[in-house]
């Protein structure tokens, strides 16, 4: 899966108390993401935190009203898994290994470029992705198998049970035709099967996708096409 394409599926709240240096990289990579949203301190980026939904925060420890670390441990215990990445001038050992205790993701010493900060933040999602189990399909479409979710730059959509069952289906197999009789044990479980049920359930998964995602093979079955 391209650095590119993960990016546009990613949320960011980065908060930095340094006016110049939070609009530079607001500028810079506002448009590398699905969202980047901006905090001028650790209890306005703490609001915002709960207000909003982010993959990824990203913060500067020196500041005032509310310090990086204290951002990051109220987050951290909100949310476990959400990788932070934890910014600074400095590189003391007690600062680094309160952050080793608070399960911060990355230690960013500055000064930085904006493309290292996105070659952190895609080498993170990367890892983060193959452990969610989600899939790249393709056309700016990524599929979160775990929650049953389709998901883009405009939208999260969910799928129903049968067209769930019928993705995990085609990416299983993803290298060969699965056959209709697969499907009908793997989807319908044997139970109302049609071949006009069938046709409808392609329909719906490629209107939430894109038409040429699921081939179909005459008399033999579909096949995905990941690009």
Same mark, same amino acid.
């Given at each position: 899966m391209g650095c590119q394409e993960i990016l546009k599926n990613v949320s960011i709240l980065y908060v930095e108390d340094e006016e110049d240096i939070r609009n530079l990289l607001a500028d810079v990579l506002k448009d590398e993401f699905k969202r980047f949203d901006t905090a001028r301190n650790g209890e306005e980026g703490l609001k915002k935190f709960y207000q909003g939904e982010?993959?990824?925060l990203i913060t500067d420890i020196e500041m005032e009203r509310m310090d990086g670390l204290?951002?990051?441990?109220?987050?951290?215990?909100?949310?476990?898994?959400?990788?932070?990445? /934890?910014?600074?001038?400095?590189?003391?050992? +007690?600062?680094?290994? $309160?952050?080793?205790?608070?399960?911060?993701?990355?230690?960013? %010493?500055?000064?930085?470029?904006?493309?290292k900060l996105l070659e952190v933040v895609c080498e993170i999602f990367q890892k983060e992705f193959k452990k $969610?189990?989600?899939?790249?399909?393709?056309?700016?479409?990524?599929y979160d198998r775990d929650k049953g979710e389709l998901?883009?730059?405009? +939208?999260?959509?969910? /799928?129903?049970?049968? +067209?769930? /069952?019928? /993705?995990?289906?085609?990416?299983?197999?993803?290298?060969?035709?699965?056959?209709?009789?697969?499907?009908?044990?793997? %989807?319908?479980d044997?139970?109302?099967?049609? +071949?006009?049920?069938?046709r409808t359930l392609v329909k719906r998964v490629r209107?939430?996708?894109?038409?040429?995602?699921?081939?179909?093979?005459?008399?033999l079955g579909y096949k995905i096409n990941l690009k």
């Open positions: 982010y993959d990824c204290t951002l990051a441990q109220q987050v951290r215990d909100k949310e476990d898994s959400i990788p932070i990445i /934890l910014l600074t001038a400095y590189s003391e050992k +007690e600062r680094l290994f $309160r952050a080793i205790d608070i399960g911060v993701t990355k230690y960013l %010493v500055k000064p930085f470029t904006p493309d $969610r189990h989600i899939y790249d399909l393709g056309e700016g479409f990524l998901k883009s730059k405009e +939208e999260t959509v969910s /799928l129903t049970k049968k +067209e769930k /069952l019928f /993705l995990d289906l085609l990416l299983k197999y993803k290298d060969r035709v699965v056959g209709f009789d697969e499907i009908e044990k793997e %989807v319908w044997g139970v109302d099967f049609s +071949e006009n049920a069938l209107k939430k996708t894109y038409k040429d995602l699921i081939k179909n093979y005459s008399g």
